[in-house]
């Protein structure tokens, strides 16, 4: 197990990895102001987010339907519960930090559409 906390940076901004264990992940994304996660779903992972601060775009549909995505402007106290097979993107409207509780599949990411060039991809 590597060292937390520990900072993984990502082309949109960082993590901070401040747990990981066998049973649960938690973890704080900066999203910087007007860069986006990719468009994604995870099989198995179920995680939790909580905007601490900022505003956040969050873009979703439920796993099962088809058609537009539900675009929702998130405040910070804001939370939002992400189950398996749920499509969403995050895109930082100002700068972001987000407080997100996983359970631990992290490599569990299938990318749709990726502005970094990562759609297709399967790694953190």
């Known amino acids: 197990m590597s060292e937390i906390p520990k900072r993984v940076e990502k082309p949109w901004g960082h993590e901070i990895w401040w747990a990981l264990t066998e049973r649960y992940v938690g973890k704080v994304l900066h999203v910087k102001r007007g860069e986006s996660l990719s468009l994604q779903y995870h099989r ?11 505003r956040l775009l969050f873009e979703t549909r439920p796993a ?37 509780v996983s359970t631990p599949e992290v490599d ?3 990318r749709l559409e990726d502005r970094y060039g990562r759609a297709g991809t399967s790694k953190p």
């Not at 339907?65 to 398996?84: K, M, S």
């Open 44 to 54: 198995v992972k179920d995680e939790t987010i909580l905007l601490q601060s900022g």
């Open 108 to 110: 569990d990411v299938v």
């Open 64 to 100: 099962g339907e088809t058609g537009e995505l539900r675009r929702v402007e998130l405040a910070p106290g804001d939370v939002f519960h992400i189950t398996p097979g749920t499509l969403h993107r995050m895109t930082g409207l100002e700068d972001c930090d987000i407080v997100e």
